[in-house]
């Protein structure tokens, strides 16, 4: 048995250690936002945040979020959180989405990169770029991507 605390809530699992944290939200818990792309950590579509960190969840072990607060993309985009209501929305204005199967580890990074610069920063191209990298759009939205992160911060601001 294992116990997670997961948006804001404890949930006690009983699933294998080494079972990555991706298969637990999403088969033990039916938490379904966070996505399966590659299950090497290449593709960025199963971020979660892990204290605060954007993780790669399909190759972290539940072993490794004893103790952790895991944040998924259900509690970014219910519109609690400052930071992720921001990204939401500049998503939505910039019309990023298209398939729509990266959105959520994407919005998980873009969300974990702005909670992490001084308030009030206005982050360069070049630092969003980096932010997101390890992050795949299948669709090639990456000029999109960048400039609703680079709004989110001004909204921010």
Not at 81 to 94: I, L, M, Q, Y
Not at 104 to 126: N, W
């Amino acid at each position: 048995m294992s116990t997670l605390h997961v948006n804001g809530r404890e949930h006690t699992v009983s699933v294998d250690p080494s079972t990555p944290i991706l298969w637990t939200l999403r088969d033990t818990l039916g938490m379904t936002g966070t996505k399966f792309g590659c299950g090497a950590a290449l593709c960025g579509a199963c971020t979660v945040h892990m204290n605060g960190q954007a993780i790669r969840s399909c190759v972290t072990p539940i072993s490794a979020a004893q103790g952790a607060k895991i944040t998924t993309i259900e509690a970014v985009t219910e519109g609690k959180d400052r930071v992720g209501a921001a990204v939401h929305a500049a998503w939505v204005k910039h019309d990023v989405a298209q398939c729509g199967y990266c959105q959520s580890g994407q919005i998980m990074s873009a969300t974990a990169f702005l909670k992490s610069l001084p308030r009030g920063k206005q982050p360069t191209a070049a630092e969003i770029d980096a932010a997101m990298a390890g992050n795949i759009c299948r669709c090639g939205t990456y000029a999109r991507i960048r400039a609703a992160v680079a709004d989110a911060a001004k909204t921010l601001a």
